[in-house]
């Protein structure tokens, strides 16, 4: 279990406790830092930009409700993903049965009961010309990803993707170090094998 010290080391803190208060600018500091990542937690979950956008949205949404309730007995940036993880998972179910076409945007305000919050999405500093080359390579190694059983992908994503620690993605998903480890394995290799199909050897 967490101690108090444990707790209150984490960096985001002050501001989860002003938001706690119903400080609508803190939770706004809030979204900017997180925003890029939990955009691209659910992209690469989900591999639809439109949906992405979504979930992104929604686990904002969901955590300016909930920010009362948060107890720190992890850091929020871990109880923050974790909701961006299950609400990737949720959507990927949905997407199963029904495709949605509505379009959502980041750039959409996040409306609560004290205002409207501005998310700003991060600007793509290579040119359109730069980014071809990259862009077919991790179109590539997305199809291979949103192959992957849920179980492996979320794995990957955190660890290799997103550069969370064992014991972060742990905590996240619930499960001990020595599966995260396992199941990034097994990740890896499958991805390995999937992309000699596409690529050839390598």
Same mark, same amino acid.
């Given at each position: 279990?967490?101690?108090?010290?444990?707790?209150? *080391?984490?960096?985001?803190?002050?501001?989860?406790?002003?938001?706690?208060?119903?400080?609508?600018?803190?939770?706004?500091?809030?979204?900017?830092?997180?925003?890029?990542?939990?955009?691209?937690?659910?992209?690469?979950?989900?591999?639809?930009?439109?949906?992405?956008?979504?979930?992104?949205?929604?686990?904002?949404?969901?955590?300016? /409700?909930?920010?009362?309730?948060?107890?720190?007995?992890?850091?929020?940036?871990?109880?923050?993903?974790?909701?961006?993880?299950?609400?990737?998972?949720?959507?990927?179910?949905?997407?199963? *049965?029904?495709?949605?076409?509505?379009?959502?945007?980041?750039?959409?305000?996040?409306?609560?009961?004290?205002?409207?919050?501005?998310?700003? *999405?991060?600007?793509?500093?290579? *040119?359109?010309?730069? /980014?071809?080359?990259?862009?077919?390579?991790?179109?590539?190694?997305?199809?291979?990803?949103?192959?992957?059983?849920?179980?492996?992908?979320?794995?990957?994503?955190? /660890?290799?993707?997103?550069?969370?620690?064992?014991?972060?993605?742990?905590?996240?998903?619930?499960?001990?170090?020595?599966?995260?480890?396992? /199941?990034?394995?097994?990740?890896?290799?499958?991805?390995?094998?999937?992309?000699?199909?596409?690529?050839?050897?390598?």
């Amino acid at each position: 279990m967490k101690t108090k010290e444990q707790i209150t *080391t984490d960096e985001d803190y002050e501001l989860v406790s002003l938001c706690k208060n119903g400080d609508v600018a803190a939770f706004e500091a809030l979204v900017k830092k997180y925003q890029k990542k939990v955009f691209n937690i659910a992209f690469r979950m989900i591999g639809n930009y439109d949906d992405a956008c979504e979930v992104a949205q929604d686990t904002f949404v969901s955590a300016y /409700r909930s920010i009362k309730k948060f107890k720190g007995m992890s850091k929020f940036s871990t109880w923050l993903h974790t909701i961006a993880i299950n609400l990737s998972k949720n959507r990927r179910r949905q997407l199963g *049965t029904k495709h949605y076409h509505e379009q959502f945007s980041l750039d959409d305000p996040l409306v609560t009961e004290d205002g409207r919050i501005m998310v700003e *999405t991060a600007s793509e500093d290579p *040119t359109p010309p730069e /980014r071809l080359e990259g862009e077919d390579a991790q179109q590539k190694i997305q199809e291979c990803i949103n192959k992957l059983d849920d179980e492996f992908r979320e794995a990957l994503i955190l /660890r290799d993707i997103q550069g969370f620690s064992y014991e972060e993605i742990s905590s996240m998903l619930n499960i001990a170090e020595g599966t995260v480890k396992s /199941r990034l394995f097994r990740a890896r290799e499958e991805v390995k094998e999937l992309l000699k199909k596409i690529l050839g050897e390598f």
